[in-house]
């Protein structure tokens, strides 16, 4: 089992930044991908940014809603990821998921409680 701790969202004015913390533990992180989501008033969740594996150190995808204003880093360790969000719009107003997904045959996902990022106009 993974436990996540959140943190770092709040109320920002649209062109502000924001940066989001996620802390994990409970089993061997280093070799995990980890990242991301956000979920929006009546819509799905939606992947935002992420960290991934591999034997040559952790690679970073983005959603093109973020690339360009958001950056994803992760720790040496694999522990811990931080979301820094820069330019931020009304429509980046969400609840932001962090999320650790172990991949192989029978891939799992653990995810944080969320935090609410509101960004006013």
């Known amino acids: 089992q993974v436990q996540m701790v959140e943190s770092g969202g709040g109320v920002v004015q649209a062109g502000g930044s924001l940066r989001l913390s996620c802390v994990a533990s409970?089993?061997?992180?280093?070799?995990?991908?980890m990242g991301w989501y956000r979920q929006a008033p009546g819509k799905e969740r939606e992947f935002v940014a992420m960290?991934?594996?591999?034997?040559?150190?952790?690679?970073?995808e983005y959603a093109h809603s973020a690339k360009d204003r958001f950056t994803i880093s992760r720790d040496n360790a694999g522990n811990a990821t931080y979301l820094e969000m820069n330019s931020l719009k009304p429509e980046d107003t969400a609840i932001y998921y962090c999320?650790?997904?172990?991949?192989?045959?029978?891939?799992?996902?653990?995810w944080g409680q969320g935090t609410q990022v509101t960004v006013s106009s």
């Open positions: 999320n650790v997904h172990v991949p192989g045959p029978l891939p799992i996902d653990y």
């Open positions: 409970g089993r061997t992180l280093i070799n995990v991908d």
């Open positions: 960290t991934r594996w591999s034997l040559r150190g952790y690679n970073s």
